[in-house]
């Protein structure tokens, strides 16, 4: 299985609103990472866990809580997000030590309202 | 930290004709040079990646070619189909020690039937 997964694919929600996104690997990678991308711009790192724990936070606002409860799956949790959150999702996997080989999810794509 | 320059940001090119996207990089640590793919609503997708004891990595019609000295990387695509037509993103990491991937800023491509 060379696949990540992410659910949802949409999501609406509002600014008071407390909602988690998903993302799933089953290739043992043990590096996982989320990514925010706004239309028309690369990807831009969130966050890293590498063996479960976090090693990386780009400085993102607390709104934005990660949570990687076992080596398979990592989750986002959202709450009281701004209007200018708006944007697709991207889970990522890879080997520790490889970074430059990512295996990307589909993306969530998030509005709020 | 690494910053990734990429130029052009939108290219066009006729079916049959090569398209060359040309990327820069600051941190003469990078040693992997990556690139990525976004066709349109899809996930980025490691199509090529080439190290810094390389100058160059062939993958048919696709190429890579890696100036160390002058930080500079290139990829080359002949033959150009329209399937080629997507958003390419150059990106630059190190190894082992900093699960980071920092892109570029995307080139858009075009390929003109």
């Known amino acids: 299985d060379t696949e990540v997964t992410q659910t949802p694919k949409h999501l609406v929600m509002g600014m008071t609103n407390k909602k988690s996104l998903k993302c799933e690997q089953h290739?043992?990678?043990?590096?996982m990472y989320w990514y925010k991308q706004k239309a028309k711009k690369p990807p831009e790192l969130m966050f890293v866990y590498s063996y479960e724990k976090l090693s990386i936070n780009e400085s993102v606002p607390s709104r934005f809580s990660p949570e990687c409860p076992n080596s398979s799956l990592l989750n986002l949790h959202l709450h009281a997000l701004q209007p200018e959150d708006s944007a697709l999702y991207l889970c990522?996997?890879?080997?520790?030590?490889?970074?430059?080989?990512?295996?990307f999810g589909p993306g969530t794509r998030l509005t709020v309202t | 930290g690494e910053n990734v320059e990429q130029h052009p940001s939108t290219l066009s090119v006729q079916e049959g004709d090569s398209a060359v996207i040309k990327c820069t990089y600051s941190d003469s640590a990078s040693n992997y040079f990556p690139w990525y793919k976004q066709e349109l609503g899809k996930r980025p997708q490691l199509i090529i990646d080439i190290r810094s004891n390389v100058g160059e990595k062939k993958d048919q019609r696709i190429a890579v070619t890696l100036n160390k000295t002058a930080k500079h990387f290139s990829l080359h695509i002949t033959e150009t189909q329209p399937e080629d037509s997507a958003v390419y993103f150059c990106?630059?990491?190190?190894?082992?020690?900093?699960?980071?991937?920092?892109f570029g800023t995307g080139t858009r491509l075009t390929i003109i039937p």
């Open positions: 290739m043992g990678h043990r590096a």
């Open positions: 990522a996997s890879s080997q520790l030590g490889t970074p430059y080989e990512q295996y």
């Open positions: 990106a630059a990491s190190t190894s082992f020690g900093n699960e980071k991937l920092t």
